[in-house]
């Protein structure tokens, strides 16, 4: 009897499903947008120009490659403070907030999962409804009881604010709540400046725990834009954690760059903190990888490069804005009646269209046009030559 005859076969991952589907479609009209990434206008994916600079320059003065600290590169932890909370908040500059280069996103997210089970093994994590998919997983896996807050409202095409801030509001003390700081994955609709102040208010007052997951900084309005509500909770003087991921904003997806914050009370507070993620770390992977966050920390702090991400980001958000009105236009034009204004008030890479199951797999087996089943299609796999292609066919579909 082998070791593993009795090891189950695991569910396919839902979104690399569709990706495998899509690459055995003979279709030569098909068109993917099931995946999260960001594509140009010729349906590639971007190098971006400040990345390859400041690659060159890492490569032509190549140093060796000893281990880096547990917590990362400190330059870098330093300009990821920099970016999300302000160089010159009192939060940073007093040192009561420990950051921790993770390994993209997801990674901030487990670190920070890891620590918060530590902390609170009774803790509940409320999710959105519905999330990126990863999240109930993610913290599933770090021993939590996930459940959801209302988020979606399909009717309404929008946020059912009324019922989030409800469920919040019955929360347990102590229950951690995952929040998309911007552009919500996957339904694109975003909590408005006020809304999110009742939210902060309601955090505050139910003692949660906010864990702001940020994989898209700069693709709803800016860079500072989509920052501001870090700052809203940093006013409101609660302990709060922030996932950052650089795999979107630099295109850096394979390179596995990104981080996590937690917000303190004091100094002496976040040293302890950020002794205890250095054992998360060390006891998952030891310490995170050089190449990426190097790439990140000389893009951040180098004045020309800075600037020429700044502009190369907003270059990605406005194609993104200029793809979402021109499906809009040319939705109309194909004969869809229906007010599809939502389409443009939604924000990053994802809408939720609307479109239900079937009309999803329609699309998909008569028209070559993949998105995700809940009607979520990434809006940034868009370009001209795509699009009134993918417009004819959600019209013959709806
Ligand atoms: N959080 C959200 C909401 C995301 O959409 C994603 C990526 O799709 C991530 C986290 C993970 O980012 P990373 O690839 O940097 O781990």
New binding site residues.
């Given amino acids: 009897q082998s070791l593993f005859a009795a090891v189950e076969m695991a569910p396919r991952d839902p979104i690399l499903g569709l990706n495998e589907q899509f690459n055995a479609d003979p279709n030569p009209a098909k068109v993917n947008l099931g995946v999260?990434v960001y594509y140009d206008e010729n349906g590639k994916l971007p190098l971006l120009k400040c990345v390859a600079t400041a690659e060159k320059q890492l490569v032509e003065a190549a140093k060796p490659r000893g281990y880096l600290p547990i917590d990362g590169i400190a330059v870098y932890d330093k300009a990821v403070q920099g970016l999300v909370f302000g160089a010159a908040h009192e939060a940073v500059t007093s040192g009561r907030i420990a950051t921790v280069q993770?390994?993209?996103?997801?990674?901030?997210?487990k670190i920070g999962a890891d620590f918060l089970k530590r902390l609170n093994p009774a803790a509940k994590v409320l999710i959105s409804d519905p999330?990126?998919e990863?999240?109930r997983a993610l913290f599933t896996n770090a021993g939590f009881a996930v459940e959801a807050y209302p988020y979606y409202d399909a009717a309404a095409r929008g946020i059912d604010f009324v019922a989030m801030l409800a469920a919040l509001q019955a929360a347990p003390a102590g229950t951690i709540v995952v929040l998309?700081a911007c552009?919500?994955?996957?339904t694109g609709y975003d909590l408005s400046p006020v809304q999110w102040l009742q939210v902060i208010e309601v955090l505050k007052s139910r003692q949660l725990v906010p864990f702001l997951?940020?994989?898209?900084q700069g693709f709803g309005q800016g860079i500072a834009e989509d920052g501001a509500v870090i700052e809203r909770f940093l006013e409101a003087g609660i302990d709060f954690f922030v996932?950052t991921?650089?795999?979107?904003s630099f295109s850096l997806?394979g390179e596995?760059?990104?981080a996590l914050s937690v917000v303190c009370e004091s100094k002496d507070e976040a040293a302890r903190v950020l002794s205890q993620l250095k054992i998360v770390i060390r006891t998952n992977y030891s310490n995170p990888p050089t190449f990426g966050a190097q790439v990140v920390a000389t893009v951040l702090t180098t004045p020309a490069l800075r600037a020429l991400w700044e502009e190369e980001l907003a270059g990605m958000r406005v194609r993104i804005k200029a793809m979402r009105e021109l499906l809009v236009t040319k939705l109309k034009a194909a004969g869809v009646k229906e007010d599809l204004s939502f389409i443009t008030r939604q924000q990053g890479?994802f809408s939720y269209s609307g479109l239900n199951a079937a009309q999803m797999q329609r699309l998909r087996g008569e028209f070559g046009i993949y998105g995700v089943d809940s009607g979520r299609i990434c809006v940034a796999a868009l370009n001209e030559h795509n699009i009134g292609a993918v417009a004819k066919a959600m019209a013959a579909v709806v």
């Fill in positions: 999260g993770g390994l993209g996103g997801t990674g901030g997210l999330s990126w990863n999240h998309h552009c919500h994955n996957p997951d940020m994989a898209y996932s991921s650089f795999s979107k997806y596995r760059v990104g890479m």
